[in-house]
């Protein structure tokens, strides 16, 4: 356990390097500022100038690295990186970038390196920090590695992932780049400078399109231009990717946090949703055949992302009639699937593309045969590069680390795609593109002034409660965990019926109680078991669509007769009663504590 978390400490890391004609310092930290919404805990980077390795590390944020830095600093050849660390202590020492013994090389890698003990083994000097990556810089020295070939051949006993950069003191301007599981990306603008980073994300404002590092894929960019390797040393060539337009769009637009500013976008984000599958015409290779290839689906995710799998699943149910269940990827890969046939079309719903477990799942589901559809916000991540058919969630860049409009936008592709299918197996015309449209007039419609009362008596609580059932007792789980995340406020969900059966007992004078109601013939269930909660002191809200609740006090009321969207409508009020919250307690909504945006270990 200890061994497995000395590696994590290594795993949500970004990088950014830049090799070209004189910029300012400043212009890489900016890059990595791009990139702090993963989170991080230290910050570092390393220049090469006149045959001398400089460098520069700061525990905290980035500002502090910035202030380490001359303002007037100049780089040609450089890399940098933000350290995300889960446990052991955030020091300097274990920041990156990583020198070898007489810092000869300097390295940046996100990953991690599992046989890392071994290689430190065979190493004459034993580097400072405890960390993988440390072994991989010291390892670059004692080996003399002099070329790019020799570079390549020292991870042939690495075993592990890594997305690394690498400068050496003797190489003017020249950056080694190696990757493996763990994004990579490099960029060349017009002016023939190049930007590496871990995330395109970073290319905004610098190139127009970049290239994705595979897996055991290597690279030395120097002044000569940049020279792409597989690992058995041979040259390869490959296909620049287009730089995603939605980039343009990324920043707070005068919102105080990410999350406010995403919340906001939903509208749009649905909308564009909408434009983009019509325009892409994508669900048109799901025809019929398609249809009949399989008898049961399977939906995988995490977090959020597991929460509208378990939508979508309710979907698939009801309206193809269909097998349909979800799993947390993180259990799916330890429980050997008992499916006898290749007939389960697998969907994998992640925004980012990059958690692991989610990526260890797809892994799993390919090696049966299975049809594997990855639905993902991020189009060149390595989920939508796996998958068989992708499904593009166009939501935009989602920064924030609570999920937003990227669920939203989740349960409308969901269904999308199952009414689509329904609409060929039933042989009906439910024009689904347009339900969506008219919803997403609806989905910021609700009371700010009702949720912002709330929020003001919400961030004194220590604990609260989500209630609903069937597809309400879902929203009620993504209800809480958005609640959790942003607020630190203790919160459960319990299906409603289940309330009598134990959680009862904690109801007092004063509990907070969210009911979600939104399903017709199931709002009366829930109803009862708001009552028996206010028969015991709770003070409950009801989200609802029921019109006669509609006037009532401490009711936030939606007029929706699809219940099947009716889930995208009652989760947006308690997202930004979330966000509001959080701000309220003086929290950052947009980086919660001990939490990643993209998850990329198991
Ligand atoms: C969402 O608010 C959470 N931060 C988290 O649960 C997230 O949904 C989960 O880690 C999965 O991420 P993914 O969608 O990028 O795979």
Not at 19 to 42: A, P, Q, V
Not at 199 to 225: L, M, R, S
Not at 388 to 410: F, H, M, R
Request: hydrophobic content about 35%; glycine content about 6%.
């Amino acid at each position: 356990m200890h061994k497995a978390n000395r590696f994590r400490r290594e795993s949500m890391c970004g990088i950014v390097g830049f090799l070209g004609k004189k910029r300012k310092t400043t212009f890489l930290i900016d890059k990595l500022n791009l990139l702090e919404y993963r989170g991080y805990d230290s910050a570092g980077y390393a220049e090469l100038s006149e045959g001398k390795i400089y460098y520069s590390k700061k525990v905290g944020r980035i500002i502090n690295l910035k202030e380490s830095i001359n303002e007037d600093s100049e780089i040609t050849c450089a890399i940098a990186h933000t350290r995300w660390a889960t446990h052991g202590k955030v020091t300097e020492t274990n920041s990156h970038p990583h020198l070898s013994k007489t810092e000869e090389w300097a390295i940046v890698h996100n990953g991690i390196i599992e046989n890392y003990e071994v290689l430190k083994k065979n190493l004459k000097f034993s580097p400072k920090s405890d960390t993988d990556t440390a072994v991989i810089a010291e390892r670059l020295e004692e080996l003399n590695i002099n070329t790019i070939e020799d570079f390549i051949k020292s991870f042939d006993d690495v075993s592990g992932s890594f997305g690394l950069a690498a400068i050496c003191k003797t190489k003017k301007n020249t950056i080694f780049l190696g990757k493996r599981k763990s994004p990579l990306f490099i960029s060349q603008n017009k002016e023939g400078d190049f930007l590496i980073a871990s995330d395109p994300i970073c290319f905004k404002d610098f190139g127009t399109d970049y290239y994705c590092f595979e897996d055991n894929e290597f690279a030395e960019v120097n002044e000569n231009g940049l020279t792409f390797y597989n690992s058995n040393l041979n040259i390869i060539k490959k296909r620049k990717a287009r730089l995603d337009s939605l980039f343009k769009s990324y920043g707070k637009n005068g919102y105080s946090t990410f999350m406010m500013k995403e919340i906001f976008d939903e509208s749009e984000a649905l909308k564009n949703q909408v434009a983009y599958y019509k325009s892409q015409k994508i669900f048109e290779p799901l025809n019929k055949e398609f249809l009949e290839s399989f008898n049961k689906v399977k939906l995988i995710g995490c977090g959020t992302a597991y929460h509208a799998s378990e939508i979508g699943a309710k979907y698939f149910q009801k309206i193809l009639n269909i097998d349909a269940s979800a799993e947390y990827a993180s259990e799916f890969i330890y429980n050997e699937p008992l499916l006898d046939n290749n007939k389960t079309l697998f969907i994998f719903v992640s925004q980012s593309g990059e958690t692991a477990d989610t990526l260890g799942a797809l892994k799993i589901a390919k090696k049966l045969n299975s049809t594997c559809i990855c639905l993902t916000n991020v189009m060149y991540s390595s989920l939508a590069r796996l998958g068989d058919i992708v499904l593009p969630v166009a939501a935009g860049v989602e920064v924030a680390v609570a999920s937003t409009k990227a669920y939203t936008c989740q349960l409308s592709a969901l269904y999308m795609l199952a009414s689509h299918l329904g609409n060929i197996k039933n042989r009906r015309n439910i024009n689904y593109f347009d339900e969506i449209i008219k919803l997403s007039d609806k989905v910021l419609k609700f009371d700010k002034e009702q949720l912002n009362k709330l929020s003001s008596f919400l961030k004194d609580c220590n604990e609260c409660i989500f209630i609903g059932k069937d597809l309400d007792f879902i929203t009620a789980k993504e209800a809480s965990l958005k609640l959790k995340e942003t607020t630190y406020i203790n919160s459960s969900s319990y299906p409603s019926g289940e309330l009598k059966h134990g959680y009862l007992a904690l109801i007092e004078e004063g509990t907070r109680v969210f009911a979600i109601a939104c399903e017709k013939k199931l709002n009366i269930k829930t109803i009862n078991s708001v009552k028996e909660a206010a028969a015991r002191g709770a003070d409950v809200t009801i989200l609802t669509n029921d019109e006669g609740l509609k006037n009532e006090e401490n009711v936030i009321y939606f007029s929706e007769e699809n219940e099947f969207l009716l889930p995208i409508l009652s989760i947006a009020p308690i997202q930004y009663l979330s966000c509001k919250t959080s701000l309220l307690k003086g929290i950052n909504p947009d980086q919660p504590r001990n939490l990643a945006k993209s998850v990329t270990v198991e």
